[in-house]
């Protein structure tokens, strides 16, 4: 297998800012659930990307886990990072490389964020990408709407960083 599902920050912190809710989030989550229900039917690899690192995300904190909604199991690796980039100061590049890891299907938060730096970072460095186009959200940020957002990367990733698919489009 040399695909892996890569979950990018879909941790408790995301769930619990007062007044914020992610565009779309319940649907999104529910995407990222059905994928992560596949790819562990098909034994592919799963990755979590772990944002570690501020208040809200200082390890240990209940906000820092990983949404209780898609639980690591015993297995499925965890990298921890401290910048918006899930390659820079971690073992993310070794653990894929570990595993065989050529593609990676990468869902998560927060769309013009972690998930942009990593998704262009993991082009750069020779990675096979599939950007799951409603499987990713952020917030809205005084200029944008979540769902401005969300589309604006899909545009700006999709053909050149990564290929788009919708989470019920996916294979493992």
Known sequence: MTKALLIIDVQEAMFSYPGMSLFDGEKVMDRIVSLLD???????PVVYIQHTEDEEYTRGLPTWE????ITPREGEAV???PTWDAFHRTVLNEELQRQGITELVICGMQTEFCLDTTC??????GYRNILVQDAHSTFDNGNLSGEEIVRHHNGVLGGRFARLQRADEIGF
Do not use: D, F, L, N
Request: net charge positive; proline share 0%.
């Open 79 to 81: 990298v921890e990072k």
């Open 66 to 69: 990983i949404s209780s909604r």
């Open 120 to 125: 262009r970072r993991a082009y750069s460095m």
């Open 38 to 44: 596949k790819a562990r039917s098909a034994g592919a």
